[in-house]
């Protein structure tokens, strides 16, 4: 009797996991794209709140809608969790990250003010059309892009560390030439001008008035286009060097709810439970 207690159990698990986290069967499919369309339609509830004609007409009405969303995606977040036999490692993946941010705002919102409109977060799940739709090829070009941009994470932290000694000099530089009386009140608000110049952005709440002021500043700008340059370099050419990947499945993985697993793998890469 017990045995066929723990068989029941595990079966139903299995058919929650199979409609929850798969697209491979009808029910599993209606779930998935159930989900996407809600997903949207509380993104753009939050979006509309945000404008004051909107809220101050159908405020509400929104605040019902938002609550609704959110208690749904409270139930799908616990499902998950239940359904995993390692809910653990689910909870600290990505898209289990994303989950639990994709709710917690409207608690917040009880005690900050605000808060909900932290909810587009939720827009990040999205990225699980890919799966659904089993656009299997997508979702190995984004490990391809996610393994360059980890092989280049050295050089281009070694990079940005450049930047920043670089816009404090010149931002620190700009303070002595102009001074308080041309904008420049303090080294943060001189480096600050040093950033937005750098970056090519050019706001122009600040700008130099002296001849030396703006040489420097004609200097800087030219070194912007220059250093926009150097991150994309530096991904390019990890990217040329990454190798080609085997065939990705969109299953995802029965004990964690991991996904993007080779075809032919027999165990999941992150907890080592078997596909």
Not at 47 to 59: D, H, N
Not at 109 to 126: D, E
Request: proline share 3%; glycine share 8%; hydrophobic share 50%.
């Amino acid at each position: 009797m017990e045995q066929n207690k723990d068989t029941s159990k595990q079966n139903w698990r299995v058919y929650l996991h199979e409609v929850i986290f798969e697209a491979d069967t009808y029910e599993g499919k209606a779930f998935d794209v159930i989900l996407l369309v809600a997903i949207l339609l509380s993104v753009i509830a939050v979006m509309l709140e945000s404008v004051s004609e909107i809220k101050a007409e159908y405020g509400e009405t929104l605040y019902i809608i938002e609550w609704f969303f959110t208690a749904l995606f409270t139930i799908e977040y616990i499902a998950r969790l239940i359904v995993v036999t390692k809910p653990w490692r689910y909870a600290i993946s990505f898209f289990g990250i994303v989950d639990l941010l994709s709710i917690l705002p409207t608690f917040l919102s009880l005690v900050l003010v605000g808060a909900q409109s932290l909810l587009v977060i939720r827009s990040i799940r999205l990225l699980r059309v890919f799966r659904v739709f089993k656009l299997a090829r997508f979702l190995g070009e984004a490990t391809q892009l996610t393994s360059a941009l980890k092989a280049s994470r050295p050089k281009i932290i070694v990079f940005i560390g450049g930047v920043f000694a670089m816009t404090v000099v010149l931002g620190t530089a700009m303070y002595l030439i102009e001074g308080g009386e041309n904008g420049f009140t303090s080294i943060p608000k001189s480096i600050y001008w040093a950033v937005v110049t750098l970056t090519t952005v050019g706001y122009g709440d600040i700008a130099p008035q002296t001849v030396l002021g703006q040489a420097l500043a004609t200097l800087i700008m030219i070194l912007g286009y220059g250093i926009i340059a150097v991150p994309t370099g530096i991904v390019s050419a990890e990217m040329s060097k990454v190798k080609e990947y085997h065939p990705i499945t969109t299953q995802a993985c029965p004990h964690c709810g991991a996904e993007g697993h080779d075809s032919d793998a027999a165990y999941c890469k992150k907890c080592g439970g078997r596909l």
